[in-house]
């Protein structure tokens, strides 16, 4: 059971938005602006999409872009592109000063 | 900068899983740098971080059989596992925060896979 609640799968059609939900609790994503979203193809290594709850690192499209009200932070994906087709991970600090991630979002992009 | 994981891919059940994280392109007494786990088919969990100063951090659920270390001279740093099962049988990346915090990590080795099997 991950500490952060993500929804197991999520699919949409080429070109439309989604967005992907990752629910915390007031001891991490809800007090704290240290959300990050990473993505991560099949046998490949997660990298950094968004941090700081909406930061997006240098390189990375603004198709992209993160949110976040109250436990919930949350990731929409603009214009979906057959190559946004990859897991999505979530984490945060959390106020033991530890960090937690979701069990991670599969994205179909039909 | 880029990181690079070495160690055994196969280690015993009540053994002692040992990994190292070699970096180029940095110096390791800067930043914190990382090590995350990912159980086949599963997310990602944070393992613990060492801070330039040495200083550690471990995550709760396995600090009673965590050890992470730095060595300067060698520009690495290094994970023990104690007593293993096959629970934390995992890829192990290692990782460097991202500007000068830890929690977001920007920087990430290519992946070991350590399997814990007799």
């Known amino acids: 059971q991950s500490a952060l609640t993500q929804p197991a799968s999520v699919s949409g059609s080429l070109g439309q938005s989604i967005t992907l939900s990752c629910t915390g609790t007031?001891?991490?994503?809800?007090?704290?602006?240290?959300v990050s979203w990473y993505q991560q193809h099949p046998g490949k290594v997660p990298k950094l999409l968004i941090f700081?709850?909406?930061n997006r690192p240098s390189g990375v499209t603004n198709r992209f872009s993160g949110s976040k009200s109250g436990n919930t932070a949350s990731l929409t994906i603009s214009g979906l592109q057959a190559d946004d087709e990859a897991d999505y991970h979530c984490?945060?600090?959390?106020?033991?000063?530890?960090?937690?991630f979701g069990g991670g979002t599969k994205l179909t992009v039909l | 900068v880029q990181l690079q994981e070495s160690g055994p891919g196969l280690v015993k059940p009540s053994e002692t899983l040992s990994l190292t994280c070699t970096v180029s392109?940095?110096?390791?007494?800067?930043?914190?740098w990382t090590w995350i786990r990912q159980p086949p088919g599963k997310g990602l969990e944070w393992i613990a971080y060492?801070?330039?100063?040495?200083?550690?951090?471990?995550n709760p659920s396995l600090k009673s059989r965590v050890t992470m270390s730095m060595d300067t001279s060698k520009n690495h740093f290094s994970l023990r596992l104690t007593s293993v099962t096959t629970a934390d049988t995992a890829v192990y990346f290692c990782?460097?925060?991202f500007g000068s915090g830890w929690v977001h990590l920007g920087y990430w080795g290519q992946g070991v896979l350590v399997t814990v099997s007799s």
């Open positions: 984490s945060s600090f959390r106020n033991n000063g530890t960090l937690v």
């Open positions: 007031n001891r991490d994503v809800g007090t704290y602006n240290y």
């Open positions: 700081g709850v909406f």
């Open positions: 392109g940095d110096s390791i007494d800067s930043y914190y």
């Open positions: 060492v801070q330039s100063t040495g200083t550690t951090n471990y």
């Open positions: 990782a460097r925060g």
